[in-house]
């Protein structure tokens, strides 16, 4: 059976069903004729009785002719009729219904046009209103298709002006009279029976229409209540093992406990970070730039080295807190993976502590990968963290790196990846390994090893997850006593790599003499910006408030060589601002910086593909590298 296609159409120049709804002209067909039979039966015994009624006239009007005009009406015309009209009760009157009906029609309307010829005058001019009736009957009464009704009418009207003209011979005013109605008629019973079966081909569709949509809304009932009584044997089932398993009902309540403090603390984390990373780029900005006013042997900057880092700390406490919120600003870069690790070292020695030894080995030739180094940062620090777990006393964890290239047999041995070419990462311990069924659970949200209290279960899914975002995948390797290897797959980057930007020192900031306007509706990070960049040797222009900025920009005499603006403040976004001091200076480039979290500041178009983004707290390296980087050049001497 077809589905109803809502976009069928009737062809307006045949009446049928086409393009792709071609299939349900045999359908209407088949329906309008069960639909039309009783009519048809009772319009061919109404149409044979007005045939033979109509004689009568004839005995009045053309007395002369009646033998000849009976001969027709009663020998021919209605026996005709009465023949259909028996032919209908047989099945084959279904295939041959138009053509009998035709046939029937044109043997009528011949006879009228022939009566007309032989007609004394002036009934001769008159007879022809016959034909009007002939019109109407096959048009609008028999049923029969339009097309046949439209064939069979002309042909008539073309008969009769043959014999009008060359029989009759006519007097032209007659004619011309007689056309108009003739021709008239017809087309008003035209406009009549187009019209007819045009609607009810409209209300085939709409019908089937109708009968689809039931049978869909029935489907979906149906369909509604498996979903359901399914739902419904899948809560008993699960309410019978929790009844059953006091232990597991425990354990689930506890990992759900576990996910809400969880949610609870990203959700805070999210509400305070653009404060709290206000506040923080206050006093690391601060920090930094008394750090470059005291000498390295004053007695001050030890304490002011350890605000800066402390500083940092927080910043990246936030920055964890927001993965697990799901809330960070991921920005994934080409980078080559040695020189990501190696700037990693020392701190995942510090986090695995002095009795285990970190080894590390860099393949050559590293192919570059595209990704977020921070995301690489949690990857590592995870897996680090477990390796250090598992190791009972002293140990080693080895970290290496090399090219690796995936065919499909590794795949399938594997049970995963797609094939091609990868960097890999493997980090190895020598602790006490996993057996196969712990294996298979590792990557599970909460499930853990680790005593209560000392793990959230979380860290080799979030590993699992970072991994498969980046298009990646993991294998695993280990056995009671053995230890264990990850081994993690990054696609290789194809494209030109730009290079790792370097830390630079203090001394070889970037700097330039562009000016530069400072938008920020945070007084004490207003100040702390203006004081980095004229160290940096830019001419500074500030502004508390969009309306404020606009406003400097108007009175500025000079030129304005870059935007460095907050992303949200009261009464104008940032990026808002940017679209208004464009139309004053269309070279105008733009920085944006934010402490919001991802989540809001996507609404605002950041940061987009192309957008200069600076996340709060910054220091003062990254802000001459950002500047630098917006203006697009060398330093100015």
Excluded at 125 to 149: N, Q
Excluded at 307 to 332: G, N, W
Excluded at 547 to 572: F, K, S, W, Y
Aim: charged share 20%.
């Amino acid at each position: 059976m077809h589905l109803f296609d809502k976009n069928a159409e009737i062809n307006p120049l045949t009446l049928s069903f086409s393009g792709g709804s071609g299939h349900l002209e045999p359908e209407y067909l088949d329906e309008h004729f069960k639909n039309s039979l009783t009519q048809i039966r009772i319009a061919l015994l109404v149409g044979c009785s007005f045939y033979a009624v109509f004689g009568l006239l004839d005995a009045a009007l053309v007395p002369a002719q009646t033998k000849e005009f009976w001969l027709i009406r009663y020998a021919v015309v209605c026996p005709l009729a009465l023949s259909i009209y028996v032919f209908s009760f047989f099945p084959q009157f279904k295939r041959y219904a138009n053509a009998s009906l035709f046939l029937l029609c044109m043997v009528a309307g011949f006879g009228i046009v022939i009566m007309t010829a032989i007609a004394a005058p002036p009934a001769n001019y008159s007879y022809y209103a016959g034909l009007i009736l002939v019109f109407i009957y096959l048009f609008t009464f028999v049923k029969m298709g339009f097309l046949w009704a439209m064939a069979a009418s002309w042909s008539i009207i073309v008969f009769y002006e043959i014999m009008a003209i060359y029989v009759l011979k006519a007097p032209f005013p007659i004619l011309l009279n007689n056309n108009f109605f003739i021709i008239g008629s017809n087309l008003y019973c035209m406009i009549a029976g187009y019209s007819i079966e045009y609607f009810e081909r409209k209300n085939f569709l709409l019908r089937r229409m109708l009968s689809d949509e039931k049978d869909t809304v029935a489907r979906m009932n149906d369909a509604l209540e498996r979903k359901v009584m399914e739902r419904t044997r899948d809560l008993e089932t699960a309410n019978r093992k929790i009844h059953e398993d006091a232990d597991r009902r425990i354990q689930l309540e506890t990992q759900l406990l576990q996910a809400q403090k969880m949610e609870s603390v990203g959700r805070l984390a999210g509400g305070v970070a653009h404060d709290f990373n206000n506040m923080l780029a206050v006093i690391q900005g601060n920090a930094e730039i008394a750090l470059d006013k005291v000498d390295r042997i004053h007695p001050v900057r030890h304490h002011l080295d350890q605000i800066f880092k402390t500083t940092q700390r927080s910043a990246d406490l936030v920055r964890q807190l927001l993965a697990f919120a799901r809330k960070q600003t991921i920005a994934p870069k080409v980078l080559n993976l040695n020189e990501t690790i190696q700037a990693m070292l020392k701190m995942l020695q510090r986090l695995i502590g002095e009795d285990i030894d970190l080894l590390w080995r860099p393949g050559s030739d590293l192919w570059t990968i595209k990704m977020d180094p921070s995301q690489i940062d949690q990857v590592l620090a995870n897996l680090c963290v477990n390796a250090r777990d598992a190791i009972s006393d002293v140990g080693k964890i080895t970290i290496e790196t090399e090219n690796a290239t995936i065919d499909e047999r590794h795949c399938r041995d594997h049970g995963g990846g797609a094939p091609g070419k990868y960097v890999r990462l493997s980090v190895t311990d020598n602790g006490c390994g996993m057996d196969r069924e712990t294996l298979e659970k590792i990557f599970d949200p909460f499930f853990t090893t680790k005593e209560l209290g000392k793990g959230t279960g979380l860290g080799l899914a979030t590993v699992y997850g970072i991994v498969s975002q980046n298009h990646g995948f993991i294998d695993v390797h280990s056995e009671p006593g053995q230890g264990t290897t990850f081994e993690i797959y990054l696609p290789r980057h194809e494209g030109e790599s730009k290079g790792i930007p370097q830390h630079k020192t203090e001394q070889y900031l970037p700097s330039g003499h562009e000016t530069i306007l400072l938008v920020e509706d945070e007084p004490a990070l207003l100040k702390m910006g203006k004081t980095m960049l004229h160290r940096f040797g830019y001419v500074v222009l500030t502004a508390g408030t969009p309306e404020e900025a606009i406003d400097l920009a108007g009175r500025h005499a000079g030129n304005i060589d870059l935007l460095m603006t907050d992303v949200i403040m009261p009464g104008m976004n940032g990026r808002d601002l940017a679209r208004r001091l464009q139309t004053r200076y269309p070279a105008l480039k733009a920085v944006f910086m934010s402490g919001y979290t991802a989540d809001v500041i996507a609404h605002h178009g950041i940061p987009d593909k192309g957008v200069q983004f600076i996340q709060k707290p910054f220091s003062m390296e990254a802000l001459a590298v950002k500047v630098r980087e917006a203006l697009g050049g060398e330093n100015e001497e």
